[in-house]
T-cell receptor, first 112, second 112 residues
Framework: SQKIEQNSEALNIQEGKTATLTCNYTNYSPAYLQWYRQDPGRGPVFLLLIRENEKEKRKERLKVTFDTTLKQSLFHITASQPADSATYLCAASFYGNNRLAFGKGNQVVVIP | GAGVSQSPSNKVTEKGKDVELRCDPISGHTALYWYRQSLGQGLEFLIYFQGNSAPDKSGLPSDRFSAERTGGSVSTLTIQRTQQEDSAVYLC??????????FGPGTRLTVL
């Protein structure tokens, strides 16, 4: 079965630096990958979607890449701020399947 | 309403009792999803509704779990004869195009 893997260790980063998170998938390439932000006690909030045929997507200070050779997506937060502290979830949608397969999430802590 | 709403926000029940969790999706969204999030775990897909099509129930963990979506809008997730391992946050999401999903705040279920 398909697995979506994210680093279980929290990422502590100094304010102003770039935070980079990794999402790896096994077996088949997903049709697209999505990234969500989740704050404690709240539901996830959609951030970005990148399709299999796209290499990079940007939205404000966020950037996502999709490397089908490495079977990996990278999620970057540039000029990080304490307000960016949250858990970030990677989710994949595979062809012929309308559900999303989520990773366990990666916590980011931005230190002022 | 502006977003997906879920009720109750918290539910404490005794082992063996039945519970009903409600989800009000965003008006006009044809797709509705239920997920379960246990402590330290990723989102686990439970069930997916799309318009008038038969629901995708492949994620339901046992026959104690069932869900309905009435009139293409409100959905109810029912757990019969609850067990302690059912304790988790149950998240509902809706979507217009089966891509970006909009999540509710979740229902925290505690089975004593």
């Amino acid at each position: 079965s398909q697995k979506i893997e994210q680093n279980s260790e929290a990422l502590n980063i100094q304010e102003g630096k770039t935070a980079t998170l990794t999402c790896n998938y096994t077996n088949y390439s997903p049709a697209y990958l999505q990234w969500y932000r989740q704050d404690p006690g709240r539901g996830p909030v959609f951030l970005l979607l990148i399709r299999e045929n796209e290499k990079e997507k940007r939205k404000e200070r966020l950037k996502v890449t999709f490397d089908t050779t490495l079977k990996q997506s990278l999620f970057h937060i540039t000029a990080s701020q304490p307000a960016d502290s949250a858990t970030y979830l990677c989710a994949a949608s595979f062809y012929g399947n309308n559900r999303l397969a989520f990773g366990k999430g990666n916590q980011v802590v931005v230190i002022p | 309403g502006a977003g997906v709403s879920q009720s109750p926000s918290n539910k404490v029940t005794e082992k063996g009792k039945d519970v009903e969790l409600r989800c009000d999706p965003i008006s006009g969204h044809t797709a509705l999803y239920w997920y379960r999030q246990s402590l330290g775990q990723g989102l686990e897909f439970l069930i997916y509704f799309q318009g008038n099509s038969a629901p995708d129930k492949s994620g339901l963990p046992s026959d104690r779990f069932s869900a309905e979506r009435t009139g293409g809008s409100v959905s109810t997730l029912t757990i019969q004869r609850t067990q302690q391992e059912d304790s988790a946050v149950y998240l509902c999401a809706s979507s217009f195009n089966s891509n970006e999903q909009f999540f509710g705040p979740g229902t925290r279920l505690t089975v004593l």
